[in-house]
């Protein structure tokens, strides 16, 4: 599996099964959206900004799909970002199983998932995890969810606040990685 990253939530997965583009905004390198079959939308409140990607399934919401032979598992749960007198805005966690390995994308968390949540997400092989507020996990309780979810690989993602470079740097010390080790691609 490739795992390309274009910033904020935005990750390309691309594997010998599908081609799946998480969160994406507009504009886009033209290498991002070429050739991809699933783009998962954790936040519907963002949606104006996913450009259009010809032949792809979208998924905007919670339920258990099957696209192109991929299961894809969506969860609804609090997200980050709300204020006073709104109603409690929903994200969206996604986990999609690419050749027998689950990536779960944990979208914009305003609260790590309660026990039941934990476990109907199942134990991925490869996390996404929001970090820095408002719009992403404290990095204590992001430490807390990455030990409860046991991953064998964790992608911080910063969601552009205002202390995203603290809480990055805060979370990959907690968990003795070096804060200044980014890369935009793994395989």
């Given at each position: 599996m490739d795992i390309v990253w274009f910033g904020n939530s935005c990750f390309r997965l691309q594997s010998s099964q599908a081609t799946v583009l998480t969160d994406p905004f507009d504009p886009l390198p033209a290498a991002a959206i070429s050739g991809v079959q699933i783009v998962t939308v954790s936040d519907r409140a963002l949606r104006d900004r996913v450009p259009p990607v010809d032949g792809a399934r979208v998924v905007d919401g919670p339920g258990e799909y099957e696209i192109k032979g991929v299961p894809v598992n969506g969860l609804a749960v609090s997200a980050a970002g709300a204020t006073a007198g709104e109603p409690a805005r929903r994200t969206f966690i996604y986990t999609v199983t690419l050749d027998g390995i689950a990536v779960c994308h944990l979208g914009r968390l305003a609260e790590p998932p309660t026990g039941p949540r934990?476990?109907?997400?199942?134990?991925?092989?490869?996390?996404?995890i929001p970090l820095g507020e408002p719009h992403g996990l404290p990095v204590p309780r992001a430490?807390?969810?990455?030990?409860q979810l046991e991953a064998k690989l964790l992608?911080?993602?910063?969601l552009g606040g205002a202390g995203e470079t603290?809480?990055?740097?805060?979370?990959c010390k907690e968990l003795g990685a070096d804060p200044t080790s980014r890369e935009n691609r793994l395989n």
């Open positions: 934990i476990q109907e997400m199942g134990q991925p092989d490869v996390l996404f430490v807390q969810l990455a030990s992608i911080p993602m910063t603290a809480a990055l740097e805060a979370f």
